[in-house]
């Protein structure tokens, strides 16, 4: 399997973004969620129970954000941590407390973790 884009190419472009001004970590990162949640919304418009899977790094920011939109628009969202510990990053822990002040539920990853959800 080939990867479209390796990660150094992934931060190359990210900071042209941010040296640019046209918009902010923190700005990008809600770009995702809004991207990934208005996918989530069309594909699966019967909605149902959603189970978003995060890291530690920016990724998993993207993926707290999104089950703040998520739950802001009622949907049963839960997420599952891969690992405890902090974020890697400022803008990703700044998700991460803004989704537990949000009472988004949040697990990490163990033995007896339940992977269902209907998406």
């Known amino acids: 399997m080939n990867a479209l884009y390796q990660i150094c190419h992934i931060r190359q472009c990210e900071n042209a973004i941010y040296l640019s001004g046209e918009a902010t970590p923190d700005e990008l990162m809600l770009r995702a969620a809004d991207a990934a949640f208005d996918y989530l919304m069309e594909s699966y418009p019967e909605g149902g129970s959603v189970l978003v899977l995060c890291g530690l790094g920016n990724n998993g920011g993207d993926g707290l954000r999104l089950a703040l939109k998520i ?16 974020m890697s990053t400022e803008t990703a822990q700044r998700a991460y407390d803004d ?11 163990g033995e007896g973790s339940v992977l269902s959800a209907d998406v």
Do not use: N, Y
């Open 71 to 86: 739950k802001a628009a009622g949907t049963s969202v839960r997420v599952i941590m891969v690992k405890a510990g902090a």
């Open 99 to 109: 989704a537990v002040s949000a009472g988004v539920p949040l697990s990490v990853w």
